[in-house]
């Protein structure tokens, strides 16, 4: 998956990556909640290895922001021939990520649904995979509505569990106490909670 990235691809994770460098060293003047605050590469390979050992079954996207973790999913959506569901509430997000996904040609990996999460959640059944990486106070109700709708195998991650552990610790010990799945956390990048349903 890493030795074949197109052109496209690479060229769009670029921008992305120094737009969000100069975003956290304060060169460019942004509202907190319209920050890209996007997963660093070796947590987007991470991620994708672990999505292109997935069963079939549907995958989900919580938090799109501009399409850079959803660029890393879309390689293992092309190796397994698939394609994932993403989500994002904020407009300017929303037309980044369409931006991004139209540059990076991955539109037939990758569909955005605009708006709350919460209004469609419910109806995917058979998922195989969620990213989560939204706003911290959501990810709670999102683990409890998406693992009872996992296929057995399916994974479950949670990003920024060590960054914001204070803000997650609540959900973290959900999951670390849970017998519906095997769970860990991996400290790489901001820390990621993985979860494998059983």
């Known amino acids: 998956m890493f030795h074949d990235i197109s052109p ?22 942004i509202k907190h909640f319209n920050k890209l605050r996007q997963i660093p590469p070796e947590t987007g390979r991470f991620i994708s290895l672990l999505a292109a050992s997935v069963p079939d079954g549907k995958w989900l996207e919580i938090g799109t922001s501009a399409g850079y973790s ?10 397994l021939k698939t394609n994932i569901t993403t989500f994002e509430l904020d407009p300017q997000k929303i037309a980044l990520a ?19 999460v919460f209004e469609h959640l419910e109806t995917y059944k058979d998922v195989s995979f969620c990213f989560l990486d939204t706003e911290k ?4 109700d999102c ?4 693992i009872p709708n996992m296929v057995p195998g399916g994974i479950l991650l949670a990003d920024n569990v060590v960054s914001h552990q204070s803000d997650l610790q609540p959900m973290i010990d959900r999951a670390l106490g849970d017998n519906r799945v095997d769970a860990l956390i991996v400290p790489i990048g901001q820390g990621v909670l993985l979860c494998k349903k059983l």
Not at 10 to 29: A, C, F, H, I, P
Not at 137 to 140: A, G, M
């Open 98 to 116: 369409k931006e991004t996904f139209a540059l990076a040609e991955v539109e037939d990996y990758a569909e955005l649904i605009a708006g709350d």
């Open 137 to 140: 106070e959501l990810y709670t």
């Open 143 to 146: 683990y409890e509505i998406v």
């Open 70 to 79: 959803t660029l890393w999913l879309s390689l293992a959506c092309k190796y």
């Open 8 to 29: 496209a691809i690479l060229r769009r994770m670029s921008y992305l990556e120094n737009r969000d460098k100069l975003e956290m060293l304060g060169q460019v003047e």
